[in-house]
């Protein structure tokens, strides 16, 4: 079952590329396991797809102790609290969701402990909804300015997560948003290297995600069903 869908999720994304003239191997998956089982993701990265999304420290802590950590990068898709930035830094390739500045400085501070730079995606808050988190674009290239010069952490990009919507391309606006932020902070040079990241797209809503220019789409429930 995994491998057809992954096999639909695929061609739905090289059709969203067709569309706004994009190559589709520029487009990552992230397999988002949250809940899901061991054997679950190794089925996953047997068929090929190595990037996985986990939205809690303490459950991806266990999974990564019980597969061989080497075969997959893993991503932190979901809020982290500051009193599990530490195992977050041991564990994480990618921190997705860093959503403030006391957050980016506290991963700063672990990740210097064990010599790492930590690699991270700035959070941006685009949705009106009050439980979403993240900066607000108003405040984002300042912030991006001052988490660039951290020492141990290494901004790659930006990411969000839309608003529920009852149509998908309702979701647009706030995609086309992100990408011109990104665009503005390349602009203005804010960090040293170009940030390349944009995580953007989920299961409901990831073809509009793309042609939006996301390259990195998080998808749980259309890998695993349910």
């Known amino acids: 079952m995994i491998r057809d869908n992954l096999f639909k999720i695929k061609s739905r994304i090289s059709s969203a590329c067709s569309r706004s003239n994009r190559d589709p191997g520029s487009i990552a998956i992230i397999a988002v396991s949250k809940n899901r089982s061991l054997e679950e993701i190794r089925e996953v990265i047997a068929c090929g797809l190595t990037d996985i999304g986990e939205n809690r420290v303490q459950e991806a802590l266990k999974k990564y102790n019980e597969l061989n950590a080497s075969v997959a990068k893993w991503h932190l898709v979901g809020h982290l609290q500051t009193n599990k ?14 959503d403030s500045l006391r957050l980016a400085f506290e991963i700063d501070k672990e990740a210097g402990k064990i010599n790492k730079v930590q690699d991270i995606l700035m ?8 439980t979403k988190c993240g900066f ?5 290239i300042e912030a991006a300015k ?6 141990n ?3 790659k990009g930006l990411m969000t997560i839309a608003p529920v919507v009852d149509v ?3 979701a647009r606006p706030y995609f086309r948003q992100l990408r011109g932020l990104l665009d503005s902070a390349n602009e203005l040079r804010v960090a ?12 409901d809503d ?6 939006e220019g996301s390259n990195m789409v998080r998808i749980g429930k259309l890998i695993f069903g349910g």
């Open 146 to 151: 001052e988490i660039s010069g951290l020492k």
């Open 153 to 155: 952490v290494s901004l």
């Open 206 to 211: 990831f073809e509009g995600a793309v042609e």
């Open 123 to 130: 959070e941006i808050k685009i949705s009106p909804e009050t």
């Open 192 to 203: 040293s290297q170009e940030l390349q990241i944009l995580s953007m797209g989920m299961s």
């Open 168 to 170: 998908p391309e309702k």
């Open 85 to 98: 930035v530490r195992p977050a830094v041991r564990l994480f390739d990618l921190i997705q969701s860093v």
């Open 136 to 140: 607000s674009p108003a405040e984002a």
